[in-house]
């Protein structure tokens, strides 16, 4: 099943499902690489132990490993931050649009758009595409403010940072991905 030809709404709830699943792998992989390179800084690993070959062949496991820990504690949080970011921004991006591809595919687009998460998402999703502030439009102002549960959404914060908490963010995926097992065709 390939992600890009999704034949039936059994499939997109798979693919989708698989794009969570995968995301959380990653997660709990960077929290490992993290803790892991913690204990380098106070001398408890033995960097030989993860030494592995990227399929590109010029840039081992460790030497990656090395080269973060030498850019220190700080450097160390901001690297899982961006990587954490990026992962959370794939992850709604790629099961947003999947939906809303098939959806538009199989002329049910406006059930989608229906949705109380739906123009939240959809704003998030921008936003996050681009530079991670967020960027209304003169037909984004129309849906504002919005609110999904306890976050809200309001003009005036146009063109500041993104500040989402990672469960809200999961939880919109699991808005989709219920609506695609549940609502569509």
């Known amino acids: 099943m390939a992600l890009g030809n999704i034949k039936s709404a ?3 709830s798979g693919s ?3 794009l969570r699943y995968a995301a959380i792998y990653d997660i709990f992989g960077q929290i490992c690489l993290h803790e892991f390179i913690k204990n380098c800084h106070k001398g408890t690993n033995n960097l030989k132990e993860l030494a592995t070959i990227l399929p590109e062949g010029k840039l ?3 030497s990656f490993v090395n080269e973060v820990n030498s850019l220190g504690e700080k450097a160390l949080v901001e690297t899982k931050r961006n990587a954490n970011r990026a992962l959370t921004r794939n992850l709604l991006k790629e099961v947003f649009r999947l939906a809303q591809s098939y959806c538009s595919d199989t002329n049910q687009l406006e059930e989608m758009e ?7 998402t959809r704003l998030i999703v921008n936003s996050m595409s681009h530079d ?5 439009h003169k037909k984004d ?3 504002l403010p919005i609110t999904y549960k306890k976050e809200t959404l309001e003009l005036n914060v146009d063109g500041q940072d993104i500040h989402m908490r990672l469960q809200v963010l999961i939880e919109l995926v699991d808005e989709i991905i219920s609506f695609s097992k549940s609502e569509i065709k």
């Open 114 to 120: 229906s949705k109380s998460w739906y123009q939240f």
């Open 141 to 143: 102002k129309k849906h």
């Open 16 to 18: 989708l499902l698989s």
């Open 132 to 136: 991670f502030k967020w960027r209304f």
């Open 60 to 62: 081992t496991f460790d």
């Open 10 to 12: 059994q499939e997109l």
